[in-house]
């Protein structure tokens, strides 16, 4: 039989990955939850519309 041992992953290689995961989770966050009026980036209710769905469903209110 051959030894088929996992070696780990160093943090190293993971960070990037680990950065990039959490940047987009706030640029997700920031559309769903706080994309309308006083802070919104982008003017209309375009976002707003788009993410209407998922703002209820994760439990944010938004009317």
């Known amino acids: ?7 780990p992953i160093p ?3 993971l960070m990037p990955w680990g950065i990039f ?3 987009m ?4 966050l920031y559309f769903v939850g706080a994309e309308q009026g006083a802070t919104a980036v982008v ?5 707003h519309e788009y993410v209407h769905d998922a703002r209820h469903l994760l439990g944010f209110p938004c009317h």
């Open 1 to 7: 039989m051959q030894d088929t041992a996992v070696k």
């Open 11 to 13: 943090l190293r290689d």
């Open 21 to 23: 995961g959490s940047l």
């Open 25 to 28: 989770f706030a640029i997700f």
């Open 43 to 47: 003017r209309g209710e375009t976002i």
